[in-house]
């Protein structure tokens, strides 16, 4: 396995992380929802077949913090197993899941997987493609939450991350950014330099065992 980073959080450095394909199936219980998630390992996904550590903090975070997400219009972006939107889905938010379209099947997968037994509280999650920087103006700006959880790992997406967000939270949308803070992909300075170029930003849960940060960010009234 090629990786950069800590030892106890190996981090893929190329998509061709895996030679074969395979799966494995966790269940996870979060805000009292069981969730069943498939993660599909193979050279395709690269990154986005695994459920990162950062995604699960996002997910307790809401529940410690009792952060409102039933009858929420909500967008996930680099969604990847899909456990965050998932989760807000089964709380009642009306989710739309994004990811680049090879990831798209597992997400599908993975929403199928987890239908409550009496059916979607709200609505059956909606699942679309969306490239950072080159799609997002086919995405409306009528969201409540924008969620993001370790998808801060290459710096080339930054800027068309930052375009991304602004549209989508023209019309007042909170952004939710759950990370790993690694220094080696320069994940510091987007919450230091880049994202307060045009957003509001708050840090709002700091795990220093995991090194795992949570912001909340809003769009600068002027833009």
Known sequence: MTCAGDEDDPFPVG???FAETFSQDTVYTLVGQELKIRQVFGANLGVAAAVWEAALHLCRYFEEQSVELRGKRIIELGA???VVGILAARLGGVVTLTDLPLALPQLQANISA???SSGWP????????LSWGEDHMNFSSDWDLVLCADIIYLPETYPLLVETLAHLCKNGAVVYLSSKMRKEHKTPGFFEECLPSRFNVELVHYDGNQ???????????EQ
Do not use: C, E
């Open 15 to 17: 998509d061709g992380l």
């Open 80 to 82: 990847g197993t899909g």
């Open 114 to 116: 987890n239908m409550p």
């Open 122 to 129: 709200t609505s059956l999650p909606t699942v679309l493609p």
């Open 211 to 221: 090194n795992i940060n949570i912001y909340r960010a809003s769009l600068r009234k």
